[in-house]
């Protein structure tokens, strides 16, 4: 106890006076601008916090958006060449088919100039084997006939002619 007693009561007044002022100048003009930026900075903080949880909501929503949007990308590309492929089959098939109908088509032509052609070839030998048959004909018949004879075969000829 001797302890309290060399206390000296007025300077400890004084100082724990001075000291209150102190606390409370610091309290009224730094600790309440303190609190108030620590304050706005939890506040930023929080929004910063809240900010990047939407972004990361709206990026997942996107990502899912994106991978719907290349599924859908890539159903119609498997169907624009599926229906590329049933064209370039049914394409194929027009092409062989017009093929053949040509091929056909020159096929019949074809017979038909061989026949023409055959024709006007039997029609030719005709007229040499006609021609031929006269020529031996007048041979014969000049070896044979004398000029009597010739004038009657003519005259008969001529009227048997003359009669149709």
Same mark, same amino acid.
């Given at each position: 106890?001797?302890?309290?007693?060399?206390i000296?009561?007025g300077?400890a007044? #004084?100082q724990?006076l001075?000291?209150s002022?102190?606390?409370w100048?610091?309290?009224?003009?730094a600790l309440k601008?303190?609190l108030g930026v620590m =304050? =706005? @900075?939890?506040?930023?903080?929080?929004?910063?916090?809240?900010?990047?949880e939407k972004?990361?909501?709206?990026?997942?929503?996107y990502?899912?958006?994106q991978?719907?949007?290349? =599924?859908?990308?890539?159903?119609e590309?498997?169907?624009m060449i599926d229906n590329?492929?049933k064209?370039?089959?049914?394409?194929g098939?027009?092409i062989?088919?017009?093929a053949?109908?040509?091929?056909e088509?020159?096929?019949?032509?074809?017979?038909?100039d061989?026949? @023409?052609?055959?024709?006007?070839?039997?029609e030719?030998v005709?007229d040499?084997?006609?021609?031929?048959?006269?020529?031996i004909?007048?041979?014969v018949i000049?070896k &044979?006939?004398? &000029?009597?004879e010739?004038e009657?075969?003519?005259d008969? #000829?001529?009227k048997?002619?003359?009669?149709?």
């Amino acid at each position: 106890m001797e302890f309290i007693a060399d206390i000296q009561w007025g300077n400890a007044l #004084y100082q724990l006076l001075i000291f209150s002022l102190l606390l409370w100048v610091v309290s009224r003009w730094a600790l309440k601008p303190l609190l108030g930026v620590m =304050k =706005k @900075r939890e506040q930023q903080v929080n929004d910063n916090l809240d900010n990047a949880e939407k972004n990361r909501v709206e990026a997942e929503e996107y990502l899912e958006q994106q991978r719907e949007e290349l =599924k859908q990308a890539r159903e119609e590309t498997q169907a624009m060449i599926d229906n590329a492929t049933k064209m370039s089959e049914q394409q194929g098939k027009e092409i062989i088919d017009n093929a053949k109908e040509e091929a056909e088509r020159l096929k019949e032509s074809a017979v038909a100039d061989i026949n @023409r052609e055959k024709e006007q070839a039997l029609e030719s030998v005709r007229d040499q084997v006609a021609s031929l048959s006269v020529a031996i004909a007048t041979k014969v018949i000049e070896k &044979e006939l004398d &000029e009597n004879e010739q004038e009657k075969l003519i005259d008969s #000829y001529l009227k048997e002619v003359g009669n149709e």
